[in-house]
């Protein structure tokens, strides 16, 4: 016997079909009308324990909703399975994941930055104390994730090119998968660079682009105060032949869909919009160094509805949507013991937020690591389940509670600390299957002439 999903969604489309979405899994189909009704009728069937009357094509559709998820075994508990692969995640000591910061030095003089003003280098000591950890658990190790971090972590690709081949060195003898990736402001991103980047095996980078040219340059100027968007530009035409790059893009209050057709109009003309992925991230006031910035700022609500115009503008300039709805276990590092946040005195972190800020630190990579740290646990500690609007969610699967630190740092309440999808599900699905239908036609017409030429 079978029952139905308690993370199902529905929504119709374009008159001739419905969009399936299951958080859990993280399907996303169209289902024509016929089958949507067929789906209704097989639910009340289900919900009355009854196979009678199932139909070859009842049968047939069945199958299809048991592999997307839509449909699973009478006995099955969705939110006890949900749990454990949180509670699985949470204390898996098989994968590390550690953001290293090389150095906390920067070339930009971002306005909104709250690492402004940091500086620092990572030394051979901490350096060393990094590889004994690592080195300490190796051998219950299956992968090691590094995430390069900074300030701009290419101001100190030494040390960089110095870790990551002592950890593939290490990787080789005991035997676990390495990868790693980059946030970085992307104007260090020379030639040289790139290539030296695909030695140490960085298959993502994150690149930062506020805007077009002519705004960007005042939000992210470089020091001395010139401009950084071309050389960004061109160092991300190069860079995208060989490494994965994701444009992110910091929008607030200031921005408006003219404005950010401007920016795609910059990266159509750089020939960028078969080549990257771009997204939009949420300008918070993360900390009391970004209170400046606090009236600029969307709350949630207003970030997903604005979030929502600047994906169709993508979608309407020939840009890949790759904001997907997509299952996680945890939200964050803040949610495991198996991740870590490094800065270049060894001090450790539970958020990118707190990087360099001392008095946030839960320790030190040179000490042994102390679980009961009181700003350890106060980030780790909280648990989705515990809280009723969570745990009922249809949404739960996607978001696992949102950030700790919405909650504990800015003490968000109710849907301002939920992600996005919780207020613009409906509409970015929309977006997604308008662009999955797109790509499926554009595959079939170079099909059609790819025949024609035989």
């Keep these: 016997m079978y029952k139905i999903s308690n993370y199902n969604h529905f929504q119709p489309w374009q008159g001739d079909y419905f969009v399936a979405f299951n958080a859990l899994s993280g399907a996303v189909a169209l289902m024509t009308r016929d089958n949507y009704s067929r789906y209704l009728a097989i639910s009340e069937k289900l919900s009355l324990s009854s196979h009678n009357g199932f139909t070859d094509e009842d049968n047939s559709l069945l199958e299809q909703l048991k592999f997307g998820k839509f449909v699973l075994s009478a006995n099955g508990d969705e939110t006890a399975s949900l749990k454990f692969a949180h509670n699985l995640h949470r204390y898996d000591q098989t994968t590390l994941g550690l953001t290293i910061a090389p150095t906390l030095n920067c070339n930009l003089g971002c306005k909104y930055c709250y690492e402004e003003n940091k500086t620092g280098r990572m030394k051979s000591d901490t350096i060393d104390a990094i590889m004994k950890r690592i080195g300490e658990r190796a051998d219950a190790l299956n992968r090691v994730d590094i995430n390069w971090y900074g300030g701009e972590p290419l101001l100190a690709l030494d040390i960089i090119e110095e870790l990551t081949v002592k950890l593939l060195d290490m990787a080789k003898e005991k035997n676990f998968r390495y990868s790693s990736s980059m946030i970085s402001n992307g104007y260090l991103l020379s030639k040289d660079n790139v290539q030296k980047l695909r030695e140490l095996k960085v298959s993502i980078l994150q690149v930062t682009i506020d805007g077009p040219r002519r705004i960007h340059d005042t939000r992210r100027p470089l020091k001395n105060g010139n401009g950084s968007f071309d050389r960004i530009l061109e160092n991300i035409k190069y860079a995208s032949d060989y490494i994965g790059i994701g444009v992110r893009v910091n929008v607030d209050r200031n921005f408006s869909e003219e404005i950010i057709k401007e920016l795609l109009d910059e990266l159509v003309r750089a020939g960028l919009q078969k080549k990257i992925g771009v997204y939009f991230g949420q300008l918070e006031p993360a900390s009391s160094v970004c209170a400046n910035i606090a009236d600029h700022c969307y709350n949630a609500n207003e970030f997903s509805q604005a979030e929502v115009k600047y994906y169709r503008l993508l979608l ?139």
Excluded at 386 to 401: A, K, N, Q, V
């Design 316 to 454: 309407d300039n020939g840009f890949h949507v790759q904001k997907l709805p997509s299952p996680i276990s945890v939200y964050c590092m803040a949610q495991g013991i198996g991740a870590h946040l490094i800065d270049p005195d060894g001090d450790l972190y539970r958020c990118y937020n707190h990087v360099g800020i001392k008095e946030k630190s839960c320790g030190n990579i040179a000490d042994d690591f102390d679980f009961q740290h009181p700003i350890f646990r106060e980030y780790f500690d909280f648990d989705p389940f515990t809280d009723e609007s969570c745990r009922t969610c249809e949404i739960l699967p996607i978001c696992m509670g949102g950030c700790p630190s919405r909650r504990i740092d800015r003490g968000l309440k109710g849907e301002e600390r939920c992600e996005t999808w919780k207020h613009n599900l409906d509409s970015m699905l929309d977006i997604i299957a308008i662009s999955r239908r797109r790509e499926q036609l554009q595959k079939e017409q170079d099909a059609e002439l790819a025949r024609e030429k035989l």
